[in-house]
């Protein structure tokens, strides 16, 4: 999970070495643990790995293989011999690793996209909002429908405006990591059928895997996002085949892995995208997991919020579950929906549209007190009445909230451009301190 240690951690982190020559920690033993080992101090170790995001099941107190796994992952990222053995090095190890978790900063990830019709482009907030960003994921990377591991560089992204946006991220300090998706096909194609085309074939896999690090070293990003949804289910297993072979092939260069997935509720078992994904080994394997809390109400519903606060609870529940909560990232809407009762599917509006229509027709805004949202109504010119949800300042101010209780890694924002600008400084407030 930590795996680039910064020079303050590697002071902080031989202090600790020495003091655990001579002291323990409360309610540690100072002998050495090791598989079929068990008791109190195992059970220990095992809650402390599993808030460090190393080990995924529950504390047992006994020392199997699940637990010497997780032992030897964070052994890799302390640049210790990886023996899977917990002594007073490792100790160290679990200790600074314990203080930097505590105190961390959050991941505040941002999703950039080119203009899309009259809402603009990512550019302008990434430039105005990189000291609060530590992440960004351009919308670029498309799976090539044959299946056969290519990738397709969207039609309007120019090699100028890739340069563009890596050299604005460094400037400041953001990470860039490359989103890859089977989305926005022509019609005819499926990306259902994209997805499982590369992911049923070992080859294939293995093409992505080669053509992925590629993008990485040609264009200097620091890592991939994928985002492959509404996936087969009977594709679950072949998706954690391949999100394991991608750790692997990342790992020895350190390059950060991240995953999108769908909001999950425990109670919608076979009624949604989540069913695709098994929540607990994607987490195992990746940086971090983004969960779309998002489209509670959107193109395939009817009027409502896009992420009420009760809803968004029971989603970061729901998937603390099965990911520790340092691996997951809160996925918060920027974006809203218009819904005119005369047609099927929703306008999808920004925070600047959803005002200036309220303005042109002018209506108050209201806030939705069960929802924690903004929301107006109002009849167009032709005679049609419309009901309005959005996302602003103090919408997102419950969100940020929620992932300060849960203590989760950070936050992402659909998408970069489209937010409330005084959203910004609630973030700020709410999540104060230096960038990782």
């Known amino acids: 999970?930590?795996?680039?240690?910064?020079?303050?951690?590697?002071?902080?982190?031989?202090?600790?070495?020495?003091?655990?020559?001579?002291?323990?920690?409360?309610?540690?033993?100072?002998?050495?643990?090791?598989?079929g080992d068990y008791g109190a101090d195992v059970r220990t170790l095992q809650e402390q790995l599993r808030q460090l995001g190393y080990f995924q099941a529950s504390p047992t107190g006994y020392f199997g293989p699940?637990?010497?796994?997780?032992?030897?992952g964070l052994q890799k990222d302390a640049r210790l011999q990886a023996d899977g053995i917990v002594g007073p090095q490792t100790r160290a190890a679990i200790d600074v690793f314990l203080q930097r978790t505590?105190?961390?900063?959050?991941?505040?990830?941002?999703?950039?996209?080119?203009?899309?019709?009259?809402?603009?482009?990512?550019?302008?907030?990434?430039?105005?909002?990189?000291?609060?960003?530590?992440?960004?994921?351009?919308?670029?990377?498309?799976?090539?429908?044959?299946?056969?591991g290519d990738?397709?560089?969207?039609?309007?992204?120019?090699?100028?405006?890739?340069?563009?946006?890596?050299?604005?991220?460094?400037?400041?300090?953001?990470?860039?990591?490359?989103?890859?998706?089977?989305?926005?096909?022509n019609k005819g194609i499926d990306g259902r059928e994209a997805a499982h085309r590369v992911l049923a074939d070992k080859e294939n896999r293995q093409a992505l895997i080669k053509n992925l690090l590629a993008v990485i070293q040609e264009n200097g990003f620091?890592?991939?996002?994928?985002d492959l949804e509404n996936i087969y289910p009977r594709d679950r297993q072949l998706f954690n085949q391949f999100i394991k072979e991608l750790a692997d092939a990342l790992a020895p260069r350190q390059y950060y892995l991240s995953v999108a997935l769908p909001a999950r509720l425990d109670e919608q078992t076979g009624l949604?995208?989540?069913?695709?994904?098994?929540?607990?080994?994607?987490?195992?394997?990746?940086?971090?997991?983004?969960?779309?809390?998002?489209?509670?109400?959107?193109?395939?519903?009817?009027?409502?919020?896009?992420?009420?606060?009760?809803?968004?609870?029971?989603v970061i529940c729901s998937v603390l579950r099965e990911i520790p909560p340092a691996k997951i990232v809160?996925?918060?809407?920027?974006?809203?929906?218009?819904?005119?009762?005369?047609?099927?599917?929703?306008?999808?509006i920004s925070y600047a549209i959803a005002m200036a229509t309220a303005r042109r027709y002018r209506q108050p805004i209201s806030w939705d007190e069960r929802a924690q949202v903004p929301y107006f109504t109002y009849v167009d010119e032709n005679g049609s009445r419309h009901?309005?949800?959005?996302e602003n300042a103090s919408s997102w101010a419950g969100k940020l909230d929620l992932a300060v209780k849960y203590n989760l890694g950070g936050v992402a924002v659909w998408r970069l451009g489209l937010e409330d600008p005084k959203g910004w400084e609630v973030l700020k407030s709410k999540f104060p301190g230096r960038k990782l």
């Open 330 to 348: 809160l996925g918060i809407p920027a974006y809203g929906f218009d819904w005119n009762e005369d047609r099927e599917e929703p306008r999808y």
């Open 151 to 185: 990738l397709i560089l969207q039609a309007d992204v120019t090699r100028e405006e890739m340069r563009r946006l890596v050299k604005t991220a460094r400037e400041q300090n953001v990470k860039v990591l490359a989103l890859v998706h089977n989305l926005l096909y």
């Open 387 to 390: 009901e309005v949800y959005f």
């Open 66 to 72: 699940l637990t010497s796994l997780a032992v030897t």
């Open 1 to 35: 999970m930590f795996s680039r240690l910064k020079l303050p951690t590697l002071l902080i982190f031989f202090v600790a070495l020495i003091f655990s020559s001579g002291f323990s920690s409360p309610g540690q033993t100072n002998r050495l643990l090791a598989q």
């Open 102 to 148: 505590g105190s961390r900063p959050r991941i505040v990830h941002g999703y950039y996209t080119g203009a899309e019709g009259p809402l603009p482009s990512s550019a302008a907030v990434l430039a105005a909002q990189g000291s609060v960003l530590t992440q960004v994921a351009p919308f670029w990377y498309q799976l090539d429908p044959r299946g056969n």
């Open 272 to 314: 949604s995208w989540s069913d695709s994904f098994d929540y607990g080994t994607v987490g195992r394997y990746a940086h971090q997991v983004v969960i779309m809390a998002y489209d509670e109400h959107g193109v395939f519903s009817g009027a409502g919020p896009v992420a009420s606060l009760p809803w968004v609870e029971k």
């Open 222 to 226: 620091a890592g991939i996002e994928i």
